[in-house]
């Protein structure tokens, strides 16, 4: 009984395991950002699933000492760092499209009423994990600093990344704030 447990366990987390790998990928082809994109997209539905998903999602420690909101900030700030250099459009909106995504789960992990006090916490308890999430509320909540594609569709997007930085970093200075008082 005790060895199928154990088997299950290991089997359940090599999913999660996977996706770490997803994260850590560096590569800037249109299929590593896409890949990217839907790795935050399945923990999007994960952390929606959920207080069991929740949980996984913040407090779940992978390999290194880190947890998925932590590789969540390092892809950002990656992401954010490539599109500032000059490259294709296609990738800039795929980029995009990436940021976009990770900024809806972020918020929608600090806006919950029943689970924003945990990922606030765990956002803010660490140095590291602190100062990734402070770098990106201030860096994606600034729209001169965004140069992206220049046609409609980009601007509308331009606009929204800056709109969910501006609620992220409402949230995050807010509890900031509240924890200093």
Known sequence: MT????????DSVAPLRAWQNV????????????LRKRAIIM???????????FEIMVTHKLPGETNFL??????????MDVEAS?????SIKARTLLIREALILL??????PGYSPIALRVLTARRDMASLTIDI?????????RNRQSDVKGHVKESEIVELGLVFKKRVFAYLGDKMS
Request: with cysteine; hydrophobic share 40%.
């Open 23 to 34: 994260f850590a990928c560096s590569g800037n082809s249109l299929q590593d950002i896409e």
């Open 86 to 90: 000059a490259e294709p459009e296609r």
């Open 137 to 145: 509320a201030n860096r994606l909540s600034q729209e001169d600093q």
């Open 3 to 10: 060895r199928k447990l154990l088997q299950h366990t290991k």
């Open 107 to 112: 918020n929608r992990l600090v806006s919950n």
């Open 70 to 79: 932590m590789l969540i900030l390092q892809v950002l700030v990656f992401e």
């Open 43 to 53: 923990l999007a539905f994960l952390a929606s699933s959920g207080k069991s998903g």
